[in-house]
Every structure is written in structure tokens, then in C-alpha cells.
């Protein structure tokens, strides 16, 4: 733990930091078992994304919503979500947060307000609006907070539910996380604004601000102040967050549409080791550091270890569970 | 009882439901001014903007907004202006509403209510014409209601929002003008129940919405030629009533789909597999079928009459059915 002269921001720095490594750690686990055979289905991982899943979740308060991508273990983990349960839905084990009927695409913990994970590009912009339309109808100070990427600027979708958002004032912060790339294509080549989020948003009256997403303590101070915007009354904001993805578009894509200088040119940018420097800057030991490194290691492993010896899943409860009572008939 | 026509009495149980409840909020283009088919007349006035959300003409926010307040605790009721449009956010219903309950391991519910005008008869042409309750009954996991009468609005409307999960409710446009008696305050039709409007012996005629007018009117007609046709009212396609209609089937051994979707894979198709599946041996002529014609809706009146599903083809259909059975049919005809 932290050393006890610590004071509480530089506790909490430091747990941010132990949470983008612990992510990292938790994406390059499955990127292994991926490439075991073990994970069904594609699994699209975020490595030198984590600086905005955890930044956006550090502002966000408990009864908030989040929603996010196919792409978004990261964004699950960072509302709390027991990793444990996520890896089991990754590997089709008992336990899985979704009881295996999600898989890597779907990961959602409505306990911890990850209203879900979705795996058509776009369609959820518009089902974030519904749940901050919620908020708004209810009188509540709930803010939702809705990841998507870059691609997702050029679907219908988005441009209908930024309009939504920003006519009726929805307490919503749209996070765009741009990683250059829609999925093999460079965004660059499929739009012409340079900000494919950010230098849309005006034209439909929705402010937007760009920040640096491998930038942990900058996203959070960015993405906070629309949050308190929205929070209190002050309608959406359109956050676009430079990123880069470390592996490709999912763990079967080698991304060798990518120079190897890019690629180690964003890596010297990665989020883990800026926010490493910045808190060693602030005083933090090396041995606090290689504390949670280590605990964060160790977890990974574990839960890995536990995954793996989970039973399968009990087949049947594939015909159940499409109503709301539990059952799945359609017919009498 | 109060005489209300189709259109009058949707807006009279949004209404009454919005009273009930106060998570029932409603969203849609125009409806704010009534709505284009009138269906939402008068609750901006009662119940303000709070409850009653104008969109721009964005059917996918619409839909998706509507499904992420419902995982929120509301009841939205969406407004679809044309069924036709169903296009335009499938997406949203299909891939969305329909799956997230599941695969998010039960987590997720959707208690939502979208509703539109379905359905031809009015000359809107080929995109604002179409019976498409089939596109919904090939997506497990939305309930699908279509109401033949203004009664039936009410019952099944109501149903279709206190319901726990994704109700499509497809009104049929050619109905709204269409005046019956409804039933005063609680009126709710539970979902999967069909209704025999008229007992018989010798024929069974299943419709559902405007089919089902046309399947009592052939019945009035078939009785001139001493056929006693069974008229059931499907009601909802999801969850379908098949014990309903094996039964009746069961007891004529001649069974009438009619269906105003195209044929060529509406309802009608699924409900003659489960028959041919179940009550093969107990059918005395085959299953026969009158069904929208596989081919766009026209706009001229005559043109989509021979498109449309008509009594003529219902009467004829019956009467081939009866006039093929053989010894049966001869005691018919005598």
C-alpha cells in the first residue's frame, strides 16, 4: 500500500495508476489466452487507451451511467466491475458477468452503472441519450458518460443523438476515443475535418473540447468539467480524446497497415508510463510504484487462474431468459 | 361504454396509462401537435413537455432513446409515424432492444411500448403502405401486437405498456377511422390470447388487424353458401396463441390465413408450419393462405385493391377449402 505520509490526492493518483496498469495487465492476459484458444469469439482490446476509461471513470459518482463499445473491457473495469466475472465471460465459464450469453462485446454491470457494452458501431450514442433523457424526466443529478470511437462519427446514428442531446440538454458527455484508426482504415482517410468528433459537434450546437487521452490527470480535469456541466443543468459535451491502440482492431488483426515507427512513436507516448512520471514527479517511490505494479500482476494472475478452473456453463440456461420473467417462449 | 374510433381510443389509453403511471412518457415526431394520424391528440395539453417528447425526424435516436430510458425505469411509448420506417431504425429494434435483456445476462430490460400506423388501403404508396409486422416476428426477443378494432386498441395498447418487456404495437392505419364501443376505465387484452369473434364448424379464418374485418365479413357471406366459418383474431404474433388456433383447426379441419403482409414469408408461413407440424392429420384440405401480393403496394385505389388483401380472395379461398373435402364438402354443399 502507499506509503502512510501520503496524502490522499497522491493516494488517489496513485490508485488511478494502479487501475490503468491492473487494465493493462488485464488486456495482455486475454490477448494470451486469445491466442490459447481460450477466449470465444474476437475480443478487441484497448492497451494505451486506459488513461480515458479511467479517467472518465475517477469523475464519475456512483448512481452514474456508463456506456461503451465492443471495445470496452476497459470502461467495465474502471466503474468497478469485478474482473474476475469479466474474464469468465470471456471465457465462457460459469460466472461470467453475463452468464455467457455476452461474451467480450457485451460486457455490462448495471450494479456498477456500465449500462453495457454495444457492438454495432453508433447504436448506442442514441441509447445513452434515453438514459440521460431518464435522468433528465426524473429530476436526478445523474450524468451518463458514452464512449465510442472515431469510426462511429461517420454513422447516422451519431449525428442523430448528438442532435438529440444537445436540443433537449441531456445531462450526457460523449467521449470520442480516436485512435487513428476507424479499424484498419485511418480515420484521416474517411473524413474531412481533421477532429472527426470534435469538428462536428458545433455544427449541431453541442460544445466539444479536445484533450490529450493518454493524459490520465488531463482527461480527468476535461471530461470532470462537462460532467459538472451536464450535472447541473448545463446540458452535453462532446469530448474527443487523442489515443493510440497499441495492437490492432481485435486480437486476430496483426495491424500491419501500421509503420513500426508509429507504432513506437505512440508507445513512447503510452498513458502508463506518463502517468508513472507524473507521479514520481509529485514525489511517489519507486517502491510505491512497483507495489502496485506487482499487486496488480499477481490479481491478473489470479483471477486468470481462477477463470480457467471455473466449470463450464450449465447449457440449458441457453433457452432461458429472453423475457423478463426469465423464460424464452414465443408460443403456447 | 363510449363510442370511440381506432385513433381516438390509442389516444385515450396513452392517456389513461399516463395517468397510472408516471414513468409512461411518450416520444415521436409531431406528436406533440396530435400526431399525423391523430393518435396522440390532446396529451401535450394534459400532460405538458415532460411527458410528451417532440423529436426531430430521427428514428433511430427516437428508438434508441426510448430503450436506454426504459433500462432506466421508464415506460417510454415511441411513436413510429409509419410503420414503413421500422426501416429506417432497425437497427436499434432488431439488434438492440431485442437482444440486450439476454445477452446481457438478464441484467438489462426493456419496458418500452414503440407503435405506428401499419398497414395499406389509403393510397400512401409503396413506402408508407406496408404491413410489416412479419420483419418483427423473424427477430426473437419483441413482443408483437397489431389491434383489429378500436376495443382492441385499447385492450392490447394497454397491455402492450404495463408490459415488462418490448411491445411493438402495429395499428393499422385504414382502422383509425373505424368507431366502436369501448369499454369505460381498466380494459387490458393480456398478450398471446386470440379471440374467436365468431364460432363455426366448418372453416377457420385467422386474421389479425384489418384481416380480421375482412374475415368476418366472409363469413357473413359464407354462411349463404352453408359454410359455418370460424373467425379467430390473432391479436399478437408474439407471443402467438397456436393452442388457439390448433384448437379451432382441430374441430373444422379447414383453416384461412389471412394475412396482409406479402406472402411470400409473412406470419401465415410460420403459423402453416406449426399446423402442418402439429395438426396435419387432423386438417381435411390443406392449409390455404390469402396474403399480401409479393410485389410493392401502388398507389391507384384499384390497383392496391388487387394487392391488398380483399373478402373476395378470403370467400374464395373458404369456399375452394370446402368444395375440395370430399364427402365432407358434399354434406356442405347439401
Redesign the interface.
Known sequence: MPGPGMLSEERAALQRYEQMVFIRLFEDKVDALYRQGQVRGPAHLGQGQEAIAVGVGSVLQPGD?SIGTYRGHAHALARGTPAGAVLRELLGRSG???????GSM?I???EHGY??S?A?VG?????????????K??GTDQVTACFFGDGTTNI??FH??I??AA??GLPVVFVCENNSYMEYTPISQVTSVPQPAADRAPAYGLPSVTVDGNDVDAVREVVGHAMETARGGGGPTLVEATTYRHGGHSAADPADYRSETEVASWKERDPLLRARAALAADGVSEEDLEVVTARASAETQQIATAALEAPALDVESALV??????S????? | MAQLTYRAAVAATLAHEMRRDENV?LIGEDIGAGGVFKTTKGLLEEFGP?RV?D??I?E???????????????R?VAEIMFSDFYATCW??VA??IAK??????????C?LVVRGANGGGLGFGAQHSQAVENWAMCV??IKIASPSSAAEAVGLLAAAIRD??PVLVFEHKALYGSREECPDGEHVVAL?QAAVLRPGSDVTLVGLAATVGLCRQAAEQLTGDSVDAEVIDLRTL???????VLASVRRTGRVVLVEENPGQLGWGAGVAA?LAEEAFLDLRTPVARVSGRNIPIPVAKGLEAAVNPSVERVVAAARSACDTAGPAAEMIRN
Do not use: F
Open positions: 451511467y461470467g458477468i453475463c452468464g455467457g450469453k455476452g457485451h455490462t454491470s448495471l449500462m453495457g454495444y454495432i447504436a448506442h450514442l442514441p441509447i445513452a441519450c434515453g438514459l440521460a433523457w431518464a435522468s424526466i426524473k447516422g446514428a442523430e443523438a442532435n438529440l436540443i433537449w431468459g429472453m423475457w423478463s420473467d426469465g424464452a417462449q414465443w408460443r403456447n | 412518457v415532460t417528447w423529436t426531430p430521427s433511430q435516436a427516437i428508438v434508441g432513446a426510448a430503450m436506454g430510458a426504459s433500462m432506466a425505469g421508464l417510454p437497427d436499434q439488434n438492440e440486450v435483456h439476454y445477452m446481457t445476462g438478464g441484467q438489462l430490460s419496458p426473437p426477443g415488462d418487456d398471446g408474439v407471443p402467438l396463441d397456436a393452442a388457439g406449426i
